[in-house]
T-cell receptor, first 110, second 112 residues
């Protein structure tokens, strides 16, 4: 399969805790992107990390990329109820396509 | 609102109907995309347009017909669909293919 694969498939944590989601892929990439999707709605772009970058921050989000291991992680610190959503990693491969996985469903319990 | 507007939000159609989905963006983006999202499956890329030219057609059945009259508008014309075509159809745009995508809220399509 060429798709990105998120791990875990589902994650439930208490509000205020940190949430870590992982992603693995199989192709060479130009960049890797993370998106959030609230139930039944469109996806929201969170962060794009290029293949020559190792770490990137945006507010409470931290993304790492290890191209030697073909893996990435998304860390959400101090989680809030509003972070409840599905999170997708999408490697952008050399064929100029985003490769989508099934996502990680994150539930933040109040 | 994200800057990408999709209409209608919901659509129920019979298998013999003809309908169209509309997508509009005024972000100045040059690339536009149609995706299909079915339950428990990864997003499926259907069509890509760059500068109004179709550059990707991922083996989509001919009952789906895209149209891109200008760089701000994208349509998906539907005819003689099957129940398995029921899904969330998402439109997205990007400044170029190597940038983050901006998605619309989607059209929830039900084929009866």
């Amino acid at each position: 399969s060429q798709q990105g694969e998120e791990d875990p498939q589902a994650l439930s944590i208490q509000e205020g805790e940190n949430a870590t989601m992982n992603c693995s892929y199989k192709t060479s990439i130009n960049n890797l992107q993370w998106y959030r999707q609230n139930s039944g709605r469109g996806l929201v772009h969170l962060i794009l990390i290029r293949s020559n970058e190792r770490e990137k921050h945006s507010g409470r989000l931290r993304v790492t990329l290890d191209t030697s291991k073909k893996s990435s992680s998304l860390l959400i610190t101090a989680s809030r109820a509003a972070d409840t959503a599905s999170y997708f990693c999408a490697p952008f491969d050399s064929n100029y396509q985003l490769i989508w996985g099934a996502g990680t469903k994150l539930i933040i319990k109040p | 609102e994200t800057g990408v507007t999709q209409t209608p939000r919901h659509l129920v159609m019979g298998m013999t109907n003809k309908k169209s989905l509309k997508c509009e963006q005024h972000l100045g983006h040059n690339a536009m995309y149609w995706y299909k999202q079915s339950a428990k499956k990864p997003l499926e890329l259907m069509f890509v347009y760059n500068f109004k030219e179709q550059t990707e057609n991922n083996s989509v059945p001919s009952r789906f017909s895209p149209e891109c009259p200008n760089s701000s508008h994208l349509f998906l014309h539907l005819h003689t669909l099957q129940p398995e075509d029921s899904a969330l159809y998402l439109c997205a745009s990007s400044p170029g293919q190597d940038y983050g995508y901006t998605f619309g809220s989607g059209t929830r399509l039900t084929v009866v």
